[in-house]
């Protein structure tokens, strides 16, 4: 079946602009993850979100990102006044009833 | 802080061989575990999840699970070229975000 979709696949910006990133998680996924991946980095969640839930923000660098999921479903992940810093990759991820995640292709975000 | 620790490698061998991947966690309240692939430019992959001690058996991949040492481990039996890539382990407790580690690269040779 159809996997996790991020769009788009890259976006450039110039540095104090605003983005939105969107993933489209596994259909009847009920929890979705963002992560994002520097040059040379780890993976660093982001933020999380099960079902009707309080999403879970505690990874959020700053209050410049933010993140919503509608409908149970999609999700937009915005990061306003970008920054060189926020250059990376970002990532999306689903999980169903166990507790494996599966990654989208990312969004490969570049902040000039 | 939960944190999970790797050799960065590079971890060459030989086609054919046995590549042996390893990792340690901090969190001993860690439930599930995780070995994904990573190729360069790619996302990860989800090759491996085991979430009780002893070893699990997929293919040429068995997973390996100590948690009183904290340790996970990768086996990849026949090691092909095409398994180069970069390997990342993954802990959580049930159903939260992935704690990764920074992953270890293998190089297969032909």
Same mark, same amino acid.
């Given at each position: 079946?159809?996997?996790?979709?991020?769009? $788009?696949?890259n976006?450039?910006?110039?540095?104090?602009?605003?983005v939105?990133?969107?993933?489209?998680?596994?259909?009847?996924?009920?929890? %979705?993850?963002?992560?994002?991946?520097?040059?040379?980095?780890? %993976?660093?969640?982001?933020?999380?979100?099960?079902?009707?839930?309080?999403?879970?923000?505690?990874?959020? $660098?700053?209050?410049?990102?933010?993140?919503?999921?509608?409908?149970?479903?999609?999700?937009?992940?915005?990061?306003?006044?970008?920054?060189?810093?926020?250059s990376?990759?970002? %990532?999306?991820?689903?999980? /169903?009833?166990g507790?494996?995640?599966?990654? /989208? $292709?990312?969004?490969?975000?570049?902040?000039t | 802080?939960? *944190?999970? *620790?790797?050799?960065?490698?590079?971890?060459?061998v030989?086609?054919?061989?046995?590549?042996?991947l @390893?990792?340690?966690?901090? !969190?001993?309240?860690?439930? &599930? +575990?995780?070995? #994904?692939?990573?190729?360069?430019? =790619?996302?990860? *992959?989800l090759?491996?999840?085991? #979430?009780?001690?002893?070893? =699990? *058996?997929?293919?040429? +991949?068995?997973?390996?699970?100590? =948690?009183?040492?904290? #340790?996970?481990?990768?086996?990849i039996? !026949? &090691?092909?070229?095409?398994?180069?890539?970069? #390997?990342?382990?993954?802990v @959580?407790?049930?159903?939260?975000?992935?704690?990764?580690?920074?992953?270890?690269?293998?190089?297969?040779? &032909?």
């Amino acid at each position: 079946g159809a996997g996790v979709s991020q769009s $788009p696949s890259n976006k450039v910006t110039e540095k104090g602009k605003d983005v939105e990133l969107r993933c489209d998680p596994i259909s009847g996924h009920t929890a %979705l993850y963002w992560y994002r991946q520097s040059l040379g980095q780890g %993976l660093e969640f982001l933020i999380y979100f099960q079902g009707n839930s309080a999403p879970d923000k505690s990874g959020l $660098p700053s209050d410049r990102f933010s993140a919503e999921r509608t409908g149970g479903s999609v999700s937009t992940l915005t990061i306003q006044r970008t920054q060189q810093e926020d250059s990376a990759v970002y %990532l999306c991820a689903s999980s /169903g009833s166990g507790y494996e995640q599966y990654f /989208g $292709p990312g969004t490969r975000l570049t902040v000039t | 802080q939960k *944190e999970v *620790e790797q050799n960065s490698g590079p971890l060459s061998v030989p086609e054919g061989a046995i590549a042996s991947l @390893n990792c340690t966690y901090s !969190d001993r309240g860690s439930q &599930s +575990f995780f070995w #994904y692939r990573q190729y360069s430019g =790619k996302s990860p *992959e989800l090759i491996m999840s085991i #979430y009780s001690n002893g070893d =699990k *058996e997929d293919g040429r +991949f068995t997973a390996q699970l100590n =948690k009183a040492s904290q #340790y996970v481990s990768l086996l990849i039996r !026949d &090691s092909q070229p095409s398994d180069s890539a970069t #390997y990342l382990c993954a802990v @959580n407790q049930a159903g939260t975000a992935l704690i990764f580690g920074k992953g270890t690269t293998l190089s297969v040779s &032909s």
